[in-house]
């Protein structure tokens, strides 16, 4: 009777000790896992808003705002779901709702310089990485996240259409006209990947350029 209920006992307090240990580790695990969800959705926002520092706000065109806005929205809801209280949270959302609201909501200068140029074309291309991992990971709907990567991508093509064109311009201002001429070829052919629409109306512009700088070079 004594070793029967000692067996018992024995048995009860290994189960005992053996749940307590599940139930501590299980609420380890969801901490770790929280953490890191919350750490995911901090860097996810912040690189987004990093990017969009750095292009102009006619850029950001309907389909590339609506899939900006509802990528960064899940990022802060996870934010939200982990640490509602967190102290970031309200400057991010005012981030959002501003997004939300360009042109008026964001203020950018135009593109000045080649610097500026090749930071706008880097961030347009991230943007458009960031907007695609949206669309593998179901964070966004394939619609959506297809029609921003595109918005994203054929801005950053036009950027460097432009960027093209202005190094022509500046070569052909040094007489280097060949150099010129490379630029141009390049922008040409760069030209070639944007919407229809757009691309003609800057094919046309640039083959106007080349067909100039051809008769100029030709002439010297």
Avoid at 135 to 142: A, E, I, V
């Amino acid at each position: 009777m004594f070793s029967e209920l000692f067996l018992w006992i024995s048995i009860g307090s290994v189960a005992a000790i053996f749940g307590w240990a599940l139930y501590h580790y299980s609420s380890r695990s969801v901490a770790r896992r929280d953490t890191q969800r919350m750490s995911n959705a901090l860097m996810a926002t912040h690189n987004t808003f990093a990017a969009l520092d750095h292009v102009p706000s006619g850029m950001v065109t309907r389909d590339l705002r609506k899939g900006l806005v509802m990528m960064l929205a899940q990022h802060l809801n996870t934010l939200r779901e982990v640490q509602p209280r967190h102290p970031h949270l309200y400057e991010l959302d005012l981030r959002v709702q501003r997004l939300n609201k360009i042109p008026s909501g964001m203020l950018h200068q135009p593109i000045r310089s080649k610097k500026q140029r090749r930071e706008a074309v880097l961030a347009l291309e991230e943007l458009a990485q960031f907007i695609k991992q949206a669309g593998h990971t179901k964070l966004l709907p394939t619609r959506v996240s297809a029609l921003a990567h595109a918005a994203a991508t054929f801005a950053a093509q036009q950027v460097a259409v432009e960027s093209a064109r202005h190094a022509a311009k500046d070569a052909e201002n040094l007489h280097a006209y060949r150099h010129a001429l490379n630029f141009y070829y390049q922008a040409h052919a760069l030209c070639r990947k944007l919407p229809p629409l757009a691309g003609k109306a800057l094919s046309e512009a640039v083959t106007l350029d080349i067909e100039r700088l051809e008769s100029l070079s030709a002439r010297t």
